[in-house]
Structure formats: structure tokens, C-alpha cells
């Protein structure tokens, strides 16, 4: 469905150095396959997930999608079919939300795309992310967490069939976390997650893929596999370190648990 052959992009700063952001990326993800995307903040994480959804071009490398090389002149041809068949979330659920009501903001895909019925679809999805009673609110009045519930139903709603999440969860309490991670399971869909919560790894995907703090690939595998390698998660910087007691003594070793 999805495939990376060399992927590389830089940024330019203000003073116009080159920073390397993405370094020689290549990895293939099969159609219904859910993976992690992990590595520290300023990795690449968001930047791969938006080369993936044509918003940036790499700068060297090819991305192919359902085995069409995706660049300008493919988004150009195909941009409408692309956009709904891949769908991210960027991680501040704010810069995507532009509709004066909810209700608006979920029906504007549906109407974009030329779906049916968009009335029942819109309460569908409502109803499936428990948002009926804010409907005819501004999205930009409510909560994080209400937010991303708003966005993720108005990307879910026109079926995509590749989600490029960028921490799904990050403004969820967790009951809201644990609806979210079975609610993805659910999901017949092939889905690129990146997050900081490892500990909710093996719960969101089988594999994962971790970019290091070179901006290379460093470990491409099992999750399971991946959270007993403490040389890699060492490596990638994965894993934390703080003060604890165990029966009364205090010191300090690597931790794998999230801080939330
Ligand atoms: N538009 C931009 N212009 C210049 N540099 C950028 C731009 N966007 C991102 N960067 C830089 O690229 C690097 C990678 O950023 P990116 O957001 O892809 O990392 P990330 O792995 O998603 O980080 P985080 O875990 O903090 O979300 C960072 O050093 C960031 O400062």
C-alpha cells in the first residue's frame, strides 16, 4: 500500500543552513497494516507523516503509494482521490479545525467528496465518538481533548484507507485513550501512529518503526521485539531514567513506561 525507497528531506533555517531531518528512509507498510512511529521530539515523525500525505515532496528518495509514485505531477492528476484515500492528523488538533460548528466541520469531507446522505453520516459519526452534544458548537471552543475527538471523527467519516495519526492520543484522558486504542483495533484501515506512548504500543500495532536520533531508521520489527531490546530503545533514546525506591532504596535505572 504504502511504500519509502530512500526518502530524504532537510528544512532550511532562518540563516538558511540545511538541517537534515529525514535521512534515507525506506520501509513498506501492507494494506490493513498498523504501525508505530517512533523516536524522540525532532526525529522526523511529523515531517515523514506529512511527506506521506503529499503536503511536503522529499527532497531525494520516492514514496509510492498503491505502487504509483507519488510527486507533484501524480498529486496534480489525482489530488482529489488521494486526499481521501489518505488522511492525516496533525498533532495540534486546532491548526485543522476551521468550520464555524462541529457539525460543519464533520460534514465538510462528506460534501468535499461527493458523499451521500451526509446528514446520517454526520450523526453517525457523532454518535460514534460521543460528540452529539456539541454539534453546534465552535470547534475552537472546546477542549483538547473534545478537539481531537472532532478531528479524528471528521477524517474517520469519508472511510480513508490509509490514517497517518500524529499522536492520537496526546490530548486524552484515559478512558478516552482506552476507547481510542480499541476503537482503532476496530478499524479496517492501514494506519501509521506516531507517539510518545510506548506503553500503549503493542495495544495500537504489531510493528514499529523507530527513527533515531540521526534521523535514520534505527529498528524496523515486532513491538513486542522492540520493548525487550534495551539497546535500541537506549539508542533511540525511548527510554527514561528517574529517581525511585524499591523496598526503601532509592536509585535510578531505565524506565519504559509513559509519564502519563
Ligand atoms: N517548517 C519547518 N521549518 C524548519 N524546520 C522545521 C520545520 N518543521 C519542522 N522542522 C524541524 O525539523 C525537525 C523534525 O521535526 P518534526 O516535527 O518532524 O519532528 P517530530 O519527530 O515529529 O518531533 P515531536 O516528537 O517533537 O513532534 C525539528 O528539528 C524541527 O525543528
Same mark, same amino acid.
Request: aromatic share 8%; net charge negative.
Given at each position: 500500500?504504502?511504500?519509502?525507497?530512500?526518502?530524504?528531506?532537510?528544512?532550511?533555517?532562518?540563516?538558511?543552513? *540545511?538541517?537534515?531531518?529525514?535521512?534515507?528512509?525506506?520501509?513498506?507498510? !501492507? #494494506?490493513?497494516?498498523?504501525?508505530?512511529?517512533? +523516536?524522540?521530539?525532532?526525529?522526523?515523525?511529523? *515531517?515523514? =507523516?506529512?511527506?506521506?500525505?503529499?503536503?511536503? /515532496?522529499?527532497?531525494?528518495?520516492?514514496?509510492?503509494? #498503491?505502487?504509483?509514485?507519488?510527486?507533484?505531477?501524480?498529486?496534480?492528476?489525482?489530488?482529489?482521490?488521494?486526499?481521501?484515500?489518505?488522511?492525516?492528523?496533525?498533532?495540534?488538533?486546532?491548526?485543522?479545525? &476551521?468550520?464555524?460548528?462541529?457539525?460543519?466541520?464533520? $460534514?465538510?469531507?462528506?460534501?468535499? &467528496?461527493?458523499?451521500?446522505?451526509?446528514?446520517?453520516?454526520?450523526?453517525? /459519526?457523532?454518535?460514534?465518538?460521543?460528540?452529539?452534544?456539541?454539534?453546534?458548537?465552535?470547534?475552537?471552543?472546546?477542549? +483538547?481533548?473534545?478537539?481531537?475527538?472532532?478531528?479524528? $471523527?471528521?477524517?474517520?467519516?469519508?472511510?480513508?484507507?490509509?490514517? =497517518?495519526?500524529?499522536?492520537?492520543?496526546?490530548?486524552?484522558?484515559?478512558?478516552? %485513550?482506552?476507547?481510542?486504542?480499541?476503537?482503532?483495533?476496530?478499524?479496517?484501515?492501514?494506519?501509521?501512529?506516531? %507517539?510518545?506512548?510506548?506503553? =500503549? +504500543?503493542?495495544?495500537?500495532?504489531?510493528?514499529?518503526?523507530?527513527?533515531?536520533?540521526?534521523?535514520?531508521?534505527?529498528?524496523?520489527?515486532?513491538?513486542?521485539?522492540? =520493548?525487550? !531490546?534495551?539497546?535500541?530503545?537506549?539508542?533511540?533514546?525511548?527510554?527514561?531514567?528517574? #529517581?525511585?525506591?524499591?523496598?526503601?532504596?532509592?536509585?535510578?535505572?531505565?524506565?519504559?513506561?509513559?509519564? *502519563?
Amino acid at each position: 500500500m504504502i511504500e519509502c525507497k530512500n526518502l530524504s528531506y532537510n528544512y532550511q533555517d532562518f540563516q538558511l543552513n *540545511t538541517i537534515e531531518v529525514l535521512k534515507d528512509i525506506s520501509f513498506k507498510i !501492507d #494494506k490493513g497494516e498498523k504501525v508505530l512511529l517512533l +523516536g524522540i521530539n525532532g526525529s522526523g515523525k511529523s *515531517t515523514l =507523516l506529512k511527506l506521506l500525505n503529499g503536503l511536503l /515532496y522529499a527532497k531525494s528518495g520516492e514514496y509510492y503509494f #498503491k505502487n504509483e509514485l507519488v510527486n507533484k505531477k501524480y498529486l496534480k492528476a489525482n489530488s482529489k482521490d488521494f486526499r481521501k484515500s489518505v488522511s492525516l492528523q496533525m498533532q495540534d488538533p486546532s491548526s485543522m479545525l &476551521f468550520n464555524p460548528t462541529v457539525y460543519d466541520e464533520i $460534514a465538510f469531507g462528506l460534501k468535499h &467528496f461527493g458523499f451521500e446522505s451526509v446528514d446520517e453520516r454526520v450523526y453517525h /459519526y457523532a454518535k460514534v465518538f460521543e460528540i452529539e452534544n456539541i454539534l453546534k458548537s465552535s470547534p475552537l471552543s472546546l477542549s +483538547g481533548g473534545q478537539k481531537q475527538k472532532v478531528l479524528l $471523527a471528521s477524517l474517520l467519516c469519508v472511510e480513508p484507507e490509509v490514517l =497517518l495519526l500524529d499522536e492520537p492520543t496526546a490530548h486524552l484522558d484515559p478512558p478516552t %485513550t482506552g476507547w481510542l486504542v480499541e476503537f482503532l483495533d476496530s478499524l479496517d484501515v492501514t494506519a501509521l501512529i506516531s %507517539t510518545h506512548n510506548i506503553s =500503549l +504500543g503493542k495495544e495500537l500495532a504489531g510493528r514499529a518503526i523507530v527513527i533515531g536520533i540521526n534521523h535514520e531508521i534505527v529498528y524496523d520489527g515486532e513491538v513486542q521485539a522492540l =520493548l525487550e !531490546d534495551m539497546p535500541t530503545l537506549i539508542k533511540a533514546q525511548l527510554v527514561h531514567k528517574h #529517581k525511585h525506591a524499591h523496598e526503601g532504596v532509592e536509585h535510578k535505572h531505565y524506565h519504559l513506561h509513559s509519564w *502519563t
